[in-house]
């Protein structure tokens, strides 16, 4: 909508129905081609200035993806191949339409319950399916859009930080923290961290893609079984009302809030933090996408797909800036899917874990700290006004904002907002729980505030009314 306002508006009055919806069609399709196009002119500008970088972001999200797909893969709770090739086509067009390093990962609510459990692939797809029917009513019906504007900006800070900090502690899984661990994990953890260090330093030097490189021989070398090329032969999953029933309300009820607000709304306001220079994606898109990807790969038994902001830190961490990155990582999972899925599963067990303790760590480690700027004049929820400034050459339009300032009552409160949400986040291990907890405390801080006012109010109001005729009203 806000692509066909900027358009060159037409006369309506007096056209009938028909023509109108053609017109509006045809100005949407018109807006959309424009801005694909700047996109695709950002993409490949900052392909051209970075090309490694950009491939060694496309894989710094693996942390993530790595360990839930090899356990559902191991379970025989999802088509590897049928993974693969849909994971690769989203990530393509995730690249293509939003122009940012979104990631395509795994609904982590799902694929937990799924692997502890060992469901079977009708049952895995009718989650996915439950689960993105839901998100894209959502998001089709504004309710996403709606309640992105609604939710106050320390909720959503909250629930990014506190997701960064279950990445960081998660994170520990795979690291060496005790001293029974083996002197070889902590020589692989201490090289990794050395390397880091010094890619941070040189940061020409693509950290995530000298990484993946170096295991790649390991598939052939260090187990006995060698993989075979194989061709994809799609299979349509058919899931029965047992099987739907069952997936749908033990998995895919408790993955919609976690998609709702991690996968969606903090992302949408994460984007804007870290790549302002971008293309703005909107709520309804994220969730048609997350929609979209469901409603189509989890009838091949492809793994549940979503967005997530954790995904997305970590892939701006290690160089990305544009989709350039994930159409890339796209077309490598793409092509394996379709021609090697089983050399994509050995890969996956050979990696070291240590280096993915450290991308997850580093991963929650970039998204906590986007907690940092609640109470600084890059909280949007403070921007008074906003103006278009002169950007000729730039491929977005800019905008000058001033932000109002805060009082001291109001710095804390809001830090106070975050940290209770930050809190029940880890406390609970659920989003949910945690949306709730801070949505509770800002209502009750609010009431607070009505409160006082009204009691003000009325003690103004009784002075007036015991103060005598003629007498001076100043102190």
């Not at 795994?106 to 989650?127: D, E, F, N, W």
């Not at 971008?278 to 990807?293: N, Y």
């Not at 505030?449 to 103060?467: P, V």
């Amino acid at each position: 909508m806000a692509a066909i306002s900027s358009c060159r508006q037409n006369d309506v009055q007096g056209q009938p129905i028909s023509k109108l919806a053609s017109s509006y069609f045809k100005d949407y399709i018109s807006c959309e081609l424009q801005r694909l196009k700047k996109i695709q002119r950002r993409n490949i500008q900052i392909l051209c200035q970075q090309p490694l970088r950009e491939i060694s972001g496309a894989f710094g999200d693996l942390g993530t993806l790595m360990p839930l797909f090899l356990g559902l893969a191991q379970n025989d709770s999802i088509s590897v191949s049928s993974t693969l090739v849909f994971m690769g086509l989203s990530n393509i067009l995730t690249g293509v339409y939003f122009g940012i390093p979104l990631p395509v990962q795994p609904m982590k609510a799902i694929a937990a319950v799924a692997i502890a459990g060992r469901y079977t692939q009708p049952q895995l797809a009718s989650a996915g399916l439950f689960s993105a029917a839901i998100v894209g009513f959502l998001s089709i019906s504004g309710l996403v859009r709606w309640f992105t504007r609604w939710i106050p900006l320390p909720i959503v800070k909250g629930i990014q930080v506190g997701t960064g900090i279950s990445l960081m502690i998660s994170a520990g899984g795979y690291l060496p923290l005790s001293l029974s661990s083996h002197s070889s994990a902590y020589l692989a953890l201490t090289a990794t961290l050395l390397f880091l260090l010094f890619c941070s330093v040189f940061r020409k030097i693509p950290f995530v893609l000298v990484l993946v490189l170096l295991c790649i021989p390991m598939v052939f070398f260090v187990y006995d079984y060698e993989p075979h090329l194989s061709i994809w032969k799609p299979v349509l999953t058919i899931p029965s009302p047992a099987d739907f029933g069952f997936g749908a309300i033990n998995a895919g009820l408790g993955q919609i809030p976690l998609t709702t607000l991690n996968s969606i709304i903090a992302v949408t306001f994460l984007a804007v933090d870290l790549v302002p220079d971008a293309p703005e994606p909107s709520a309804t898109a994220i969730g048609s996408s997350v929609a979209v990807m469901n409603l189509v790969g989890c009838w091949f038994s492809a793994m549940p797909l979503c967005h997530g902001s954790g995904g997305l830190a970590s892939q701006y961490r290690f160089g990305a800036r544009s989709g350039t990155s994930i159409i890339f990582l796209g077309i490598v999972k793409l092509l394996l899917g379709l021609f090697a899925s089983e050399y994509a599963i050995q890969y996956c067990r050979v990696f070291s874990p240590v280096p993915l303790g450290v991308l997850l760590f580093t991963a929650g480690l970039e998204l906590a700290k986007m907690g940092e700027s609640l109470n600084t004049e890059a909280a949007r929820d403070l921007w008074e006004k906003t103006e278009p400034a002169l950007a000729e050459h730039d491929a977005f339009e800019s905008t000058a904002r001033t932000a109002r300032k805060l009082t001291e009552k109001e710095r804390m409160r809001r830090w106070v907002v975050m940290l209770a949400t930050v809190g029940s986040i880890l406390a609970a291990k659920n989003d949910g729980v945690g949306f709730v907890v801070g949505l509770v405390l800002h209502g009750a801080y609010k009431m607070i505030d009505r409160i006082e006012d009204t009691r003000h109010q009325s003690e103004g109001y009784t002075r007036l009314e015991n103060q005598e005729p003629g007498q001076d009203t100043q102190p």
